[in-house]
């Protein structure tokens, strides 16, 4: 079976069946980030947006999001976390997913309407060497792709000159995905078997929702990039004191609540348009529950790891 995923919401544990889990059970937990106070894509408006897929015993489950930054190359920027595991049978550290159990879409918009020739197989798996599940540093991997139309749409990324000088705290940025729509707590109990708790009513936009309250169709949410000394102070785990935000973060959202990422965005883009170009500054990573008042989202700073990335796209043979 395939392995699935501890998420942690200030220490209580949410495991959904179309996400990931530890099977031997001591591997480090990681608070992971949905779509809460979005709204729903329409065709083409999120084309950069890439949905990755585990293959477990025969079936395809949506996992995580990504970002398509390379349509020649086929190259979908996503999180470590979506694409590490820790087999039973091997003590030590994290090993990156075997491409050949991964799938990805590129632009599409509804999952259910995906066709089977849109759901591409994976070449090549690079995950950061320094990806570090205690604290969260480093989450980032590539994916490289097989079958991109090269027109499909892209993101740019950060730190390119002038985008690095027009995006900074107050801009405003775009979380997409498949993940949970409903604000979570804080300091939820979730309960392992049934996953966060969903409103009996559904409004007109939440009625393609599944039972653990993920779309069908993709969400998006415009969120300020928040300043990085207040997130620090802000966003902690007083259960985890490894989980830190640092410099090679970036946090988004608003200290009401009501908009955030959560379960089931992570890797997904966080991108900010820049003269009409969509420009790739963040890749959704963890959160301390989902829009909850006085909290913000944290992504992985696209800006602090462009080397890498473009080192990776260039030479994949000598970075994988």
């Not at 585990?54 to 190359?73: F, M, R």
């Amino acid at each position: 079976m395939l392995e699935c995923r501890k998420r942690f919401i200030v220490g209580s544990m949410l495991c959904i069946t179309a996400c990931a889990a530890d099977e031997r059970g001591d591997a480090p937990a990681h608070i992971d980030q949905s779509i809460v106070g979005g709204h729903v894509a329409q065709p083409g408006q999120i084309g950069w947006q890439a949905g990755l897929f585990a293959i477990d015993e025969g079936a395809l489950y949506q996992i995580c999001g990504g970002t398509l930054v390379d349509a020649h190359a086929g190259w979908v920027v996503t999180a470590a976390h979506c694409v590490v595991s820790y087999p039973a049978e091997v003590e030590g550290p994290w090993q990156p997913t075997d491409a050949s159990r991964l799938r990805v879409s590129v632009g599409e918009r509804t999952l259910s309407t995906i066709a089977p020739e849109a759901y591409h197989a994976v070449q090549r798996v690079i995950v950061h060497p320094e990806y570090d599940d205690l604290t969260g540093r480093n989450d980032l991997a590539l994916l490289q792709v097989q079958g991109v139309a090269a027109t499909a749409v892209t993101a740019r990324l950060d730190g390119t000159e002038p985008f690095d000088t027009l995006i900074g705290e107050g801009s405003i940025a775009t979380g997409s995905g498949w993940g949970v729509t409903r604000a979570q707590p804080a300091d939820i109990d979730v309960d392992v078997e049934q996953g966060p708790p969903q409103d009996a009513s559904l409004t007109e936009l939440e009625s393609d929702l599944d039972e653990y309250g993920r779309p069908d169709t993709l969400r998006w949410v415009n969120l300020p990039i928040a300043p990085l000394a207040d997130c620090k102070e802000r966003v902690r785990d007083p259960e985890d004191r490894n989980l830190r935000v640092t410099d090679d973060m970036i946090c988004a959202g608003t200290l009401q609540g009501g908009r955030d990422t959560c379960y089931g965005d992570s890797g997904g883009p966080l991108v900010v348009p820049v003269f009409g170009l969509p420009v790739l500054v963040g890749v959704t990573s963890w959160g301390v529950g989902c829009a909850a008042p006085g909290y913000y989202g944290v992504y992985t700073r696209v800006r602090s790891y462009r080397g890498w990335l473009l080192d990776c796209m260039n030479a994949p043979d000598r970075c994988g």
